[in-house]
């Protein structure tokens, strides 16, 4: 039976995310409010719902609302279902650098999503930056600049499994440094802590270059943070944010499971 819902969407900043209220993603819900939905993530680039408690299966039912769930070649998969991703960080590690998901792949994924299993009491934390809004306050000349190097990133997948012991780099990826949104057009920078350089610049200035937009795109003023419990779910659109974990919490437990989505079948951005 499909469910027809009332929900509010409350902007938790001043320049993107948001929670959703009165949406119950444990059941189908109807067209109308899928759509709208799908808005609300173009226009907040991050969505919260809390107190879901989602099963494996509607995890993957909750992300198809926005993209095609995506089976990821190298990660640990549940038993309940092989497109969903387990992690705990006593097995895992702690994933407490600014990222973005996905960058051996060309496109990278389209969203990410987290339904949260165990917490920490306190701290444990996740933050998210804007890139677009991050570009947008860059001058025109560097701009220019940009639009004019790649960064380059490690190819293999299997060096970004959980818990993997990553081998040294071999075959690369590259991506563009200014990200036109697929689905948007809107300019953003695409950048992750993981580039090993920028194409067609010096050495030098590759290393000037990352250090400058690496902090610059995590500055506070274009960051949002949300903290859990048990039973939240979080997606994002992973082309035009970046996240970090904080790491505070010491030896307390962090377990949640994981659903990727890529651009679904015909869209510009199709993989």
Known sequence: MTTVTRH??????????????????TRPVDDATAQELRQAFEDHKVLVFR???LTPDQHVA????FADPFDHPTAVKDA???LVYPYNVKQTGKASTWHIGGLWRSPVFA?????YEEVPELGGHTLW?????AYDDLSEPFKVLLESVNAVYDGDPENYAQGSKRTAVGETVEHPVVLAHPDTGRKGLFISSSALRLTGVTPAESKALLDHLLRHAS?????IRFGWNPGDFVLWDNRATWHYAVDDYGNGARVYRKVIGVERQGTAAAS
């Open 51 to 53: 107190n879901q408690h």
């Open 129 to 133: 930056a804007d890139l677009q809004t």
């Open 8 to 25: 509010e969407i409350r902007r938790a900043g001043p320049r993107f995310g948001a929670e959703v209220f009165g949406v119950d993603l």
């Open 62 to 65: 909750a992300v198809s609302i």
């Open 80 to 82: 309940a279902n092989p």
């Open 219 to 223: 500055s506070p003023d274009y960051t």
């Open 111 to 115: 969203i990410e999503s987290l339904t």
